[in-house]
């Protein structure tokens, strides 16, 4: 069920740096023999790359309401009615009131799992390498049909009555990314797209759009050239009627990515992590979810040492590693081009920038 939250939406804007300085007390507890690039407040004893229980069982939390929480590749709002039986299915499986709360940005999704508001959230592909060194977060699910956890690709898209063909044809155009942060969005062309002839920041200065949903509008309203999206959000766009396919062109595709990941907080009483993900794993998307995410009608299970490990590659080719000094340069820059679109669009629509 989804329930009204009292929860502020200022409560999950917590200056990130704040929350990471503080942080250090937290390991003090006991000795890590290893972390990687997990935040200091996480242990990695066992080398599966993602945050360990705490040895501490007074550490475990068992809330008595759950928090979670969507990847806002597009409008939040959007999901609240479509997520809606999984909630109510949750609620009654795990036996907990659970309540799906939207957040606005990807650095307000992160720092709500950090400092313990969220306790379990589907992330988008990018965020969630920070996640999981930031916020503690354990991926354990994807969406998927069948047997077969599916994936996205990065789409290069133009409008179709337009004269571009190739990528080298945007140099010096307007073309879109998302955010800071985002794997399709931004660190992958960035990776991929100068050994085809464009090169960010060099033959383009990239237009930070505030989501995948904002890009494809603002290539049909003609605000952008080009834009950098993910084909999952393209295809449900499509499918929901929001734009029309044969409005666009794609003028590139990549190999295939991992799609958005489920986890949840690493400090979980395990028991309850436990029966989390069954409950995950015996769920049947209805119709409508399976109309909105492309035929995908469940969650299978995935690892993040094994399946995030090309979203990694990118991340460490783009120079934007999960560490804590990637993370607020981007969440700082994700901060920049928010407050930016506030400005353009206080002015108007007639004072674009």
């Not at 740096?17 to 242990?43: E, I, K, V, W």
């Not at 957040?103 to 999704?109: F, I, K, L, M």
Request: charge should be positive; hydrophobic fraction near 40%; proline fraction near 6%.
């Amino acid at each position: 069920m989804i329930f009204k939250s009292t929860f502020s939406y200022s409560r999950f804007f917590i200056l990130p740096t704040a929350l990471l300085a503080a942080s250090s007390f937290s390991l003090a507890q006991d000795a890590c023999p290893q972390r990687g690039q997990l935040d200091t407040a996480y242990c990695d004893a066992n080398n599966d790359l993602v945050a360990d229980s705490p040895t501490n069982k007074s550490k475990h939390r068992d809330p008595s309401t759950l928090v979670w929480a969507y990847t806002p590749v597009e409008d939040p709002a959007v999901y609240a009615n479509i997520f809606k039986p999984f909630t109510e299915h949750l609620e009654k499986c795990v036996g907990k009131k659970t309540v799906y709360y939207p957040v606005q940005s990807n650095a307000a999704e992160i720092e709500a799992m950090r400092s313990g508001r969220l306790h379990f959230a589907g992330f988008s592909t990018g965020p969630t390498g920070f996640a999981v060194n930031m916020a503690g977060a354990v991926p354990f699910a994807a969406k998927g049909v069948g047997t077969e956890v599916r994936g996205y690709n990065l789409l290069a898209i133009v409008k179709s009555g337009s004269s571009f063909q190739k990528l080298g044809d945007l140099k010096g155009k307007k073309v879109a990314h998302t955010s800071p942060s985002s794997n399709s969005g931004n660190l992958a062309p960035r990776v991929l797209f100068p050994s085809l002839g464009l090169t960010p920041d060099n033959d383009y200065k990239p237009m930070m759009s505030g989501g995948h949903d904002k890009s494809i509008l603002g290539v049909a309203s003609g605000d952008y050239e080009m834009a950098a999206v993910a084909s999952d959000v393209f295809d449900r766009m499509i499918t929901r009627g929001t734009v029309k396919k044969e409005d666009f062109r794609i003028i590139y595709r990549s190999a295939t990515f991992p799609t958005s990941s489920f986890a949840y907080a690493h400090d979980l009483k395990p028991e309850l992590a436990t029966k989390l993900q069954q409950c995950f794993f015996s769920f049947r998307f209805t119709e409508t979810m399976q109309k909105e995410f492309n035929g995908d009608d469940r969650f299978l299970p995935i690892t993040y040492a094994k399946d995030w490990a090309v979203v990694r590659d990118v991340a460490e080719k783009s120079g934007t590693p999960y560490n804590k000094a990637a993370y607020e340069a981007e969440t700082k820059r994700e901060a920049e081009a928010a407050a930016k679109r506030a400005a353009a669009a206080a002015a108007g629509p007639d004072k674009k920038p």
